[in-house]
């Protein structure tokens, strides 16, 4: 192969995993956290692409496919959560939100 | 005859259950009737049981018949398993005779008692304990029947529940009651350790080089006997019992419980003789308590107390002569003492029940002018109670007496004693009958019985109004009452005609073959026993006149004996002072120290902790969603390391 | 040569991936946090390219950049921008602990990367040229994938659904529009 090992890629979606991560839990926007979301599942996905291209198995990038489909799925649900809080005045902090508390 | 016998015992049970289902459906007198037909029942199966077991030759009356095999453990076998033999057959007529004339008697007595049905109940229980404890043929149910006994007692001594004392009582005689029933169960359970059955008619053997087994065995059947015989150092519950109707201080606590345990020692003997040591002991209770029974009635003023204390002294002498293998004669004396102490006691209740509930002997006087059967009957019982000739006690108590002579130093200190034993008795019990019955009526006695008044309620304070007023003519009780009273008073007459020791002797025949006595006294030693015995108790009796009929001289003063006799030499409150106190402050201290602070503490503690557990994590609930996240992240990071270490 | 232009292409892409997600972490307005993931989705597409997954690269353009990043825009827009600074707010461990977490995962990942994968990373299969092409991945979605397909339709079809259910307004009551509604229904009857 041409170019850098997979390591590298690696590496690469290793970094990208953790700023979703420190993302999802600095931000207090919502709206934020759902990007800092996606950054987590991309890194991800490069993994498992890279990993397919490293076994010659093609299955990985299927696996990339699914979880593309289910992020669309998990955004569509968030925004439609994040609008509905919207419309009831509420602030859209997730500090705020939580009346769940025990 | 085996069926005979078994009706003989299952009669009074069937009528207790029968009134204790029908409940209120029954009438109080049918209750009644219920109870005394099963025990005449009862009476006549003895009978046949008596004839057919006399129609054989000595060497076979022994059978047995087993119900049922109850426990079955390697060698160790107990069924219900009764045993008709000489001196079981003995027992059944006493206890079921004499307790039907009681039962009869109890007919009138408690006539218009609201509880009615429940005291016959209980009478009907307690006639059938009392003939399994004598019907036993193995020492287990020996102790069920025991321990029946203990209960019916507890249940008709607390019959009248709405008194204080008379819980009290109950309660005091069922706990003194159970120390026996401890030692008892201690000492059977030695016996199965050793391999032995505790049937009868098997014999006890343990074989030699067991002494110290034998004895411990002894002291156990001992302490049962001792604490259901009410005699030293058990002795307290006694007259405390006679808080209970008077039918019931005469059939339980005159005539038949108190003598379960001379029966429980002639039974065993076989285990005593070889504990020759413990036997002395039980012989030496025995004069012990006749002894200061007999001090103790003397200054009674509750004439049930003097014969509840004379019982306690009779007792005594059986257990003198059981302590001296003079079984035959201590039975003997145990059929005469049911006949006069019935007696005594039933026409004590004439008079009381006469006098409105009133039981205090100071206050009466002169009761013969209205009451002359009851004075005749109540003569003839005392008479034989102070073994005066021809009457029962003169034949059964001499015996015992002269059992005591020639066989050692402990043995004629036993003898003395028991002479001078008769001296009070004769003290006490004509203190008894000077007091109550002769002379003229006194002021108490006028007013309740001279004008024909009907009697409003029976001794105690449960204010029923009885209803009857058959007093009306010369303040006689019903014809159910007088009648007992005189069936039994002719019995204390001719009871003791069965057997003249030196001369004929059937009594002691009969219960040969089952209880073999150590001693036979030789004409010589009965008769002189039986010379210092009379002449002893006329002399009490003499003494008796002249104090209290006569008048003549006054009663000695002697402050110090006065008080320890009236306090009963202070047993109660020892045994306060040595058991109850240092129970209650057990108790105390184990609520205060234990209960309190650690188990039920321990129970707020685990609440409270279990409470504090929520609340902290309930702090783990911060309803943000940042720390749920940071939550999971943190498992993440853990996780990921676990994974790759433990691979 | 051409070793040398794909570690250069590698090189720009996989510098603007990690400045583009760190720009999504960082700003304020979130409406520059959503061009940032734009742009972020893009530098993935290439490196997607050079893994030879040319489909999902597509993919990744057209339907993540194109229709997700698009909704997000219009949510963002509807929304406002609201300022809310990175480090504020919150238990005060808070951000201690994020940092903390973030970087031992880095720091796991590589670890264990290094340590299980080591030298076998060195040596990638050989392909075809049909590798990650349409046919194959179609044809494995068909085939040996079926069941993922299927569960993944069904997974849409819900997050459809339950999108219309939040977006569906509610009663009309507590707005302003549905208080004038009441009085009006309350009128006319």
């Keep these: 192969m041409l170019g850098p090992d997979i390591a590298w890629y690696l590496a690469v979606s290793a970094f990208l995993f953790a700023t979703g991560t420190l993302g999802v839990l600095l931000r207090r926007s919502p709206l934020i956290v759902l990007l800092s979301l996606e950054i987590m599942l991309n890194g991800a996905n490069l993994a498992l692409i890279a990993f397919a291209r490293h076994q010659g198995d093609a299955s990985g990038q299927i696996f990339a496919l699914a979880v593309m489909a289910v992020a669309a799925s998990e955004v569509v649900v968030g925004l439609g959560l994040i609008v509905a809080i919207a419309r009831k005045r509420l602030d859209l902090d997730v500090d705020k939100l939580s009346f769940l508390r025990g | 005859m085996i069926i005979a016998a078994w009706i003989c015992l299952l009669a009074p049970l069937a009528a207790a259950l029968l009134i204790t289902l029908l409940g209120t459906r029954i009438s109080r007198r049918a209750a009644a009737y219920v109870s005394t037909t099963s025990v005449l029942s009862s009476f006549a199966a003895a009978l046949v049981v008596f004839a057919k077991l006399w129609a054989e030759s000595p060497d076979q009356r022994s059978h047995t018949s087993t119900a049922w095999e109850w426990l079955n453990a390697g060698t160790f076998h107990v069924g219900l398993r009764i045993l008709v033999d000489p001196l079981s057959v003995m027992m059944m007529l006493i206890v079921s005779g004499v307790g039907f004339l009681i039962v009869a008697y109890s007919i009138g007595y408690m006539d218009g008692d609201d509880e009615e049905r429940r005291y016959f109940g209980y009478m009907a229980l307690f006639v059938f304990s009392m003939l399994a404890l004598v019907q036993a043929g193995n020492l287990v149910i020996l102790l069920v029947g025991w321990g029946l006994v203990g209960l019916s007692s507890y249940l008709l001594i607390g019959f009248w529940h709405e008194r204080p004392a008379a819980i009290a009582a109950a309660k005091k005689a069922f706990v003194m009651n159970a120390i026996g029933d401890a030692t008892m169960a201690l000492a059977f359970f030695i016996l199965i350790q050793h391999g032995q059955s505790l049937n009868f008619p098997d014999t006890f053997d343990v074989g030699p080089g067991h002494g110290w087994l034998v004895n411990l065995v002894a002291l156990g059947l001992l302490g049962g006997a001792v604490a259901k015989s009410a005699q030293l150092p058990l002795q307290t519950w006694l007259p405390d019992a006679m808080e209970g109707p008077t039918p019931v201080s005469a059939l339980i606590h005159a005539a038949t419980m108190v003598t379960a345990g001379v029966y429980l020692i002639v039974r065993t003997h076989a285990i005593f003789e070889q504990a020759p040591r413990v036997q002395e002991l039980a012989a030496g209770l025995g004069a012990a308590t006749l002894l200061m029974a007999g001090l103790i009635a003397l200054v009674q003023t509750d004439i049930k107390r003097v014969i509840a204390y004379s019982t306690m002294s009779q007792i005594g002498y059986m257990f003198l002569g059981a302590g001296l293998g003079a079984y035959g004669s201590a039975m003997f004396h145990l059929m005469t003492h049911a006949f006069f102490k019935a007696l005594l006691f039933l026409a004590a209740g004439l008079v009381i029940h006469a006098l409105a509930g009133e039981q205090d002997m100071r206050k009466m006087g002169g009761v013969g002018r209205a009451m002359p059967v009851t004075r005749i009957t109540f003569l003839i019982g005392s008479l034989a109670l102070v073994g005066i000739p021809p009457f029962a006690g003169f034949f059964s108590k001499d015996s015992i007496i002269a059992s005591a002579l020639g066989q050692g130093w402990y043995q004629d200190l036993l003898f003395a004693v028991a002479l001078i034993g008769t001296l009070l008795t004769g003290i006490y019990a004509f203190r008894l009958y000077f007091l109550v019955f002769p002379g003229e009526p006194s002021p108490f006695v006028e007013e309740h019985l001279m004008h024909g008044s009907h009697a409003v309620g029976v001794e105690g304070a449960h204010g029923e109004s009885h209803g009857h007023d058959t007093h009306e003519h010369r303040g006689e009780g019903p014809f159910s009452m007088t009648a007992p009273v005189l069936v039994l008073a002719v019995l204390a007459v001719i009871g003791g005609w069965i057997q003249f020791a030196p001369l004929w002797h059937p009594i002691s025949d009969w219960l040969e073959p089952v209880a073999r006595p150590l001693t036979e006294p030789t004409n010589t030693q009965e008769a002189l026993a039986s010379l210092f015995a009379v002449l002893l108790g006329l002399a009490g009796i003499g003494v008796a006149w002249v104090l209290y009929s006569a008048r003549r001289w006054q009663v000695p003063r002697w402050a110090l004996g006065q008080r320890l006799l009236e306090h009963k030499f202070y047993f109660d409150e020892a045994y306060d002072f040595a058991f109850y106190r240092p129970s209650v402050a057990l108790a105390d201290y184990l609520r205060r120290w234990f209960e309190e602070p650690v188990i039920q503490g321990s129970i707020t503690e685990v609440a409270g902790g279990v409470r504090d557990l929520g609340f902290w994590t309930r702090r783990l609930q911060t309803g943000l969603v940042r720390t749920y996240a940071l939550a999971i992240a943190a498992s993440l990071v853990v996780l990921m390391v676990v994974f790759v270490a433990v691979r | ?189």
């Design chain 3, 1 to 189: 040569m051409g070793n040398v232009v794909v570690w250069a292409v590698w090189v720009v892409a996989a510098f603007s991936c990690l400045a583009s997600g760190i720009a999504v972490i960082s700003f304020t307005n979130p409406f520059y946090s959503a061009l940032a993931l734009i742009g972020n989705l893009a530098s993935l597409a290439v490196l997607y390219l050079l893994l030879s997954a040319e489909f999902v690269a597509a993919g990744q353009v057209l339907v993540y950049a194109g229709a997700v990043m698009v909704m997000f825009l219009f949510v963002t827009a509807y929304l406002g921008g609201h300022a809310d600074a990175p480090w504020a707010g919150g238990p005060s461990w808070q951000q201690f602990g994020a940092v903390l977490a973030a970087g031992a995962i880095l720091v796991e990942v590589i670890v264990v990367i290094g340590l299980k994968a080591g030298g076998r990373l060195s040596h990638e299969a050989k392909i075809d040229s049909n590798f990650g092409s349409p046919q194959q991945i179609g044809r494995l979605f068909l085939t040996d994938h079926l069941l993922a397909f299927e569960i993944t339709s069904v997974v849409l079809l819900v997050a459809a659904v339950g999108a219309v259910i939040l977006g569906a307004h509610s009663r009309r009551s507590g707005t302003t529009a549905g208080v004038i509604h009441e009085r009006e229904v309350r009128a006319r009857s």
